[in-house]
């Protein structure tokens, strides 16, 4: 069975598709099968990357059947395949369909599931917003990614918005837990654009603070953090994942390609004697 990573976090513009993008790319460059789905109807993960074969079908066909076939595409990268999101904002069709039943939430899950081992990894992007959408994300998880600029502002936002959603999969007690999971999936903080500021010292201080002191540990900050580079917005215009893009980099800064093996291997210790390697 593949893991699926849920990348989420209820503001926008925090880097949540250039986290899916950029962490898909560098494990299919590690030699694992991976599936993007792009949940968020602006469609920024569809277009990533080239595409060397295009399905009849996208999102709102794998909701609807809960069944991926004839949704995946394929990017042009080697082991890296993507469900495109066809469910734009203005004409939300997905939304629509999960609220006619409550048991529709779990087609995601189920979808995946049917996957059985054909895919090592699933990482799933979403708007950032809360919505329907997002729950049957939370809900098909194993981990939820979240990435959060180093500021007041979108560390408030996390906790008042991401891990509010995030607690309603913790059922109440005396009452059935409908995701079928014993606890919530564990969920990791991902620092984001990060600085060499004292705010942003500040606040990842404040955030390791809050959640270290948690004895269940569901909830962790990493300790890798993306710096805010230029070569990451480089890489999308070139359409190229960020850890080819920038192999190497003078300076105290780590090279993009450095910085994504440390999260891979952060957050997939089993892979921590794998190096990516790809078609030049």
Known sequence: MSKTYGVFCTKGGVGKSTTAANLGAILADMHQKVLLIDGDPQQ???????????????????????????????????????????????????????????????NLKKAIENLGDQYDYVIIDTQGSKGIIQETVLIASDVVLSPVQPNGLDAREFIN?????????????????????????????????ADRTTMTEGVVKQLRKRFDAE????????????????????????????????????????????????LVHELEPKLIDVSPSWKK
Not at 168 to 179: E, F, H, S, V
Request: glycine share 6%; net charge positive.
């Open 161 to 193: 918005g991401t891990l509010a959603s995030y607690n309603q999969l913790i059922p109440k007690p005396g009452y059935p837990n409908m995701t079928g999971r014993v606890a919530p999936p564990p969920l990791r903080v991902l620092i984001n654009m």
């Open 44 to 106: 920024s993960l569809s277009r990533w990357y080239p595409l060397s074969k295009t399905a009849p079908f996208g999102l709102t066909q794998l909701y609807k059947s809960a069944s991926a076939e004839g949704c995946i595409s394929s990017t042009v990268i080697d082991g890296l395949d993507i469900v495109l999101n066809d469910d734009p904002s203005k004409d939300p069709a997905i939304a629509t369909f999960l609220r006619e039943s409550f048991y529709n939430s779990f």
């Open 215 to 262: 004895a269940d540990h569901h909830i962790t900050v990493l300790n890798t953090q993306i710096p805010d580079l230029k070569s990451y917005k480089e890489a999308f215009s070139a359409q190229s994942p960020v850890h080819r893009y920038e192999r190497h980099r003078g300076g105290p800064t780590l090279s993009a390609l450095q910085i994504m093996k440390k």
